[in-house]
């Protein structure tokens, strides 16, 4: 079974970095679509970014020019460099992992990011 461990979350100063990481195993990384979701406290989680098999990218509005996703298929790794963090960046961050051929989904337990003074 596929098995998604996110790391690197933690209490950051507003305008400071933070990169997560998201270690894969149980699947063949290198042909799966990668994401990051966050949910932030009475909201619905939300679409961070998204990496395709080839490397495409796509963000939200809210974090494109300041987040940077990107994945290293040969340690199965997936992360997200994140930098100028704003107290709305707030939330738990999830890596989820989309294998369409086979029609299967994966959810990471989730790694916490705050923001504040």
């Known amino acids: 079974q596929v098995q998604l461990v996110e790391s690197g979350g933690g209490l950051v100063q507003p305008g400071g970095s933070l990169r997560l990481s998201c270690a894969a195993s149980g699947t063949i990384f290198s042909t799966a679509i990668m994401s990051w979701y966050r949910q932030a406290p009475g909201k619905q989680r939300e679409v961070v970014a998204i990496?395709?098999?080839?490397?495409?990218?796509n963000y939200a509005d809210s974090v494109r020019g300041r987040f940077t996703i990107s994945r290293d298929n040969a340690k199965n790794m997936l992360y997200l460099q994140m930098n100028n963090l704003k107290p709305e960046d707030t939330a738990v961050y999830y890596c989820?992992?989309?294998?369409?051929?086979?029609?299967?989904?994966?959810w990471g337990q989730g790694t916490q990011v705050t923001v504040a003074s």
């Open positions: 989820y992992s989309s294998e369409a051929t086979i029609g299967r989904a994966t």
């Open positions: 990496i395709t098999s080839t490397s495409n990218t």
